[in-house]
Structure formats: C-alpha cells, structure tokens
C-alpha cells in the first residue's frame, strides 16, 4: 500500500513540474482514493499551451500501462528531464483527460487502478 502512495505522489511532483515549466500558476490538487482507484485531478491557471502540446500530452499521458516493469519505471521519476518523465507517467497512470475549462485553465485528470 505505501508504495502505491509514493507512486501517486511521484505522479503528482512530475505532473506539477511540468506545468511549472510550461508557465502554469495557481496549481491546483485533488487527489482521491476509491475503492478501485485513485483519481489525479489537477487544474492550472494563467497557462497558454498549444493544442499542439495539449495532444501531445494527451497522447503520452494515455500511453499503455506495463505492469510487469511499473515497479522499475516509477523510481525512475525525479532522475531525468520533465517531459522525458512524461512516458513514466503514461506507463503508471491507466487513463488520462486533458481539456480547458476556459480560456487560461488547464485540467488534467489522471485515473490509476488499484494493484
């Protein structure tokens, strides 16, 4: 169970790390344990990002779960560049929502199965 945890944590500081970089403020997050799983759900204001990187993102951030190396890939996390990162994540995470809310709000919402 403590490693769950510190998985969603390190998904949590990545993400976060990103969006600082892109020029994100206001970051805000919730996180969320169901019986089943955990839910991300992060918002970040007085941001611009293209749909260019918003697809990227999106296409990353949704990539496939590998559970046989999971427990390799997350102590990964902290050791290379944000964006390289972003591939560890896509491979911890199960599903991933990116949209605006409005003109200058991000969400991103992150959904992981329980192990």
């Known amino acids: 169970m403590r490693k769950e945890k510190d998985k969603i944590n ?10 600082l970089e892109l020029g994100g ?3 805000c997050i919730h996180e969320e344990e169901k019986e089943d799983k955990y839910i991300i759900k992060m ?6 990002i293209n749909n260019e990187i918003i697809e990227k993102l999106n296409k990353t951030l949704n990539s496939d779960n590998v559970g046989e190396v999971e427990g390799y890939y997350w ?9 390289d990162n972003l ?3 896509g491979s911890l995470i199960d599903k991933a ?14 959904h992981r199965e329980k192990r």
């Not at 918002?43 to 611009?48: D, E, G, I, K, P």
């Not at 929502?97 to 992150?110: A, S, T, W």
């Open 10 to 19: 390190a998904i949590i500081l990545e993400v976060t790390s990103l969006l």
């Open 87 to 89: 591939y560890i994540i």
């Open 75 to 83: 102590e990964l996390l902290g050791k290379g560049k944000n964006r």
């Open 97 to 110: 929502e990116i949209r605006y809310l409005n003109d200058d709000e991000l969400e991103i919402i992150m």
């Open 25 to 27: 403020k206001d970051i």
């Open 43 to 48: 918002s970040v204001s007085h941001t611009h």
